[in-house]
């Protein structure tokens, strides 16, 4: 038997039933929150995300594993909030979410001093709560794996070889990061199955996907909702081809949806959620609603398909 520590403490992984595997319950810069707090409606934000989740039980979702690491606002007692507030699972992880950037406090700290960090927010508690971390986060983009992506990486790596928690990567298949992020973590030790390449479900080209696929790590189709980097239809297209091939055991599908985020003004977010180029029926639920009933009239998801996917492969992943 294997556990997964959530925000309400350890359960059994064989209980998580039906998860999404990459959900943000909020997203906001800390820094930018910690200095004017007075920009942010906590309630507000708290309300969002019960909402949605809500939503998702509706669908039958028992677990939302929430990556939300530092530098997107990481905080486990607003998880465990929205948690309690409607008895669902949430799986919070450790990590730092960086395209480059490092605080000169990690700047000059190394990799195993980094991964200290991490270890201790698996093994002894987050944010000075006694709540376990499960997984460990971090993020390569646009400027690829630079010299602080990569130190990141290792850390997550070793981190994950101390500990036996999991490792989910950030990618961006534009600039193909993912093969390089796989290679870091494989050096270092890391089994495959504990490694998710998130951000994969971005390409079109499904011959990148299954040369990910052929290193044995999990890949993340997570961001329905999003044709700003790939629409829906295109995203089917490689996920159908990718279960046809076989691949179901290592693909897990989500939608990185942020319940609130502070990225952008309000009004520009209300022009990009009109504008169906950018985002189209981005939620908790799309995937329930039109994808997983588009991938069964295709005939590559079945019951037992989608068990394996929204059940069994968390399970797996996150399990230790
Ligand atoms: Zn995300």
Same mark, same amino acid.
């Given at each position: 038997m294997s556990t997964v520590e959530t925000v309400n403490g350890p359960i059994d =992984?064989?209980?998580?039933?039906?998860?999404?595997i990459h959900e943000h319950l909020r997203f906001r810069d800390e820094a930018v929150a910690e200095n004017?707090?007075?920009?942010?409606?906590e309630q507000a934000e708290l309300d969002a995300a019960v909402e949605e989740i809500r939503s998702a039980q509706g669908h039958g979702v028992k677990t939302i594993v929430d990556p939300t690491a530092m530098f997107g606002g990481r905080d486990v007692r607003f998880l465990k909030k929205c948690a309690d507030e409607t008895g669902i699972n949430v799986v919070a992880c450790t990590g730092i979410y960086t395209y480059d950037y490092l605080p000169h406090y990690f700047e000059n700290r190394d990799e195993d001093a980094i991964a200290a960090h991490f270890v201790d927010d698996i093994e002894k508690g987050t944010q000075g709560t006694d709540i376990k971390s499960a997984f460990i986060k971090c993020a390569a983009d646009a =400027?690829?794996?630079t010299e602080h992506v990569e130190k990141v990486h290792r850390a997550c790596a070793r981190a994950s070889v101390q500990t036996g928690a999991p490792i989910m990567a950030h990618s961006m298949p534009a600039v193909q990061t993912g093969p390089r992020q796989v290679e870091i973590f494989l050096e270092e030790g890391v089994a495959p199955e504990k490694i998710q390449i998130a951000h994969?479900?971005?390409?079109?080209d499904v011959e990148y996907v299954q040369g990910i696929l052929d290193k044995g790590v999990y890949v993340g189709l997570d961001r329905?909702?999003?044709?700003?980097?790939?629409?829906t239809d295109q995203r089917n297209a490689v996920t159908a081809e990718l279960l046809r091939r076989g691949h179901a055991e290592r693909v897990v599908i989500s939608q990185?949806?942020?319940?609130?985020?502070?990225?952008?003004?309000p009004e520009v977010q209300d022009v990009l959620r009109g504008n169906t180029d950018m985002i189209d029926g981005w939620s908790f639920t799309l995937v329930f609603e039109q994808v997983v009933p588009w991938l069964r009239e295709q005939g590559v998801m079945d019951d037992d398909t989608f068990n394996t996917v929204f059940v069994e492969n968390p399970a797996r992943w996150l399990g230790r």
């Amino acid at each position: 038997m294997s556990t997964v520590e959530t925000v309400n403490g350890p359960i059994d =992984a064989a209980e998580m039933g039906v998860t999404l595997i990459h959900e943000h319950l909020r997203f906001r810069d800390e820094a930018v929150a910690e200095n004017w707090p007075g920009r942010y409606d906590e309630q507000a934000e708290l309300d969002a995300a019960v909402e949605e989740i809500r939503s998702a039980q509706g669908h039958g979702v028992k677990t939302i594993v929430d990556p939300t690491a530092m530098f997107g606002g990481r905080d486990v007692r607003f998880l465990k909030k929205c948690a309690d507030e409607t008895g669902i699972n949430v799986v919070a992880c450790t990590g730092i979410y960086t395209y480059d950037y490092l605080p000169h406090y990690f700047e000059n700290r190394d990799e195993d001093a980094i991964a200290a960090h991490f270890v201790d927010d698996i093994e002894k508690g987050t944010q000075g709560t006694d709540i376990k971390s499960a997984f460990i986060k971090c993020a390569a983009d646009a =400027a690829g794996v630079t010299e602080h992506v990569e130190k990141v990486h290792r850390a997550c790596a070793r981190a994950s070889v101390q500990t036996g928690a999991p490792i989910m990567a950030h990618s961006m298949p534009a600039v193909q990061t993912g093969p390089r992020q796989v290679e870091i973590f494989l050096e270092e030790g890391v089994a495959p199955e504990k490694i998710q390449i998130a951000h994969c479900g971005d390409s079109p080209d499904v011959e990148y996907v299954q040369g990910i696929l052929d290193k044995g790590v999990y890949v993340g189709l997570d961001r329905y909702g999003l044709p700003m980097f790939l629409p829906t239809d295109q995203r089917n297209a490689v996920t159908a081809e990718l279960l046809r091939r076989g691949h179901a055991e290592r693909v897990v599908i989500s939608q990185d949806y942020c319940a609130s985020i502070d990225w952008f003004p309000p009004e520009v977010q209300d022009v990009l959620r009109g504008n169906t180029d950018m985002i189209d029926g981005w939620s908790f639920t799309l995937v329930f609603e039109q994808v997983v009933p588009w991938l069964r009239e295709q005939g590559v998801m079945d019951d037992d398909t989608f068990n394996t996917v929204f059940v069994e492969n968390p399970a797996r992943w996150l399990g230790r």
